[in-house]
Nanobody, 115 residues
Framework: QVQVVESGGGLVQPGGSLRLSCTAS????????MGWYRQASGSTNDLIVA???????NYADSVKDRFTISMDSAKNTAYLQMNDLKIEDTAVYYC?????????RGQGTQVTVSS
């Protein structure tokens, strides 16, 4: 089983930046890909970004050119750098991990963009 912990959410003004972190832990697992999805109040889940173990990235149009995902394989950690944040980015952000143990998700971290 893989445990997932996110951190780095908070309150930021429009145009500001935040960096989220996601760390996976457990015994004898191998990560295939990591990603983030978000859920705004009253909305469905929205997969916004993913990175594979070989570094291939994929971004939703809504965050392209503003968000950047990176992964430190040695630390089993992914980072999501979010720049030029907009009010519509407000949501709970969940880290999702695809490993040889299956899919694992974190508890989520709140990101609020407000003036």
């Amino acid at each position: 089983q893989v445990q997932v912990v996110e951190s780095g959410g908070g309150l930021v003004q429009p145009g500001g930046s935040l960096r989220l972190s996601c760390t996976a832990s457990g015994s004898n697992f191998s990560i295939n890909a990591m990603g983030w999805y978000r859920q705004a109040s009253g909305s469905t889940n929205d997969l916004i970004v993913a990175i594979t173990k070989d570094g291939t990235t994929n971004y939703a149009d809504s965050v392209k050119d503003r968000f950047t995902i990176s992964m430190d394989s040695a630390k089993n950690t992914a980072y999501l750098q979010m720049n030029d944040l907009k009010i519509e980015d407000t949501a709970v952000y969940y880290c999702l991990i695809n490993s040889d143990k299956g899919m694992s998700r974190g508890q989520g971290t709140q990101v609020t963009v407000s003036s």
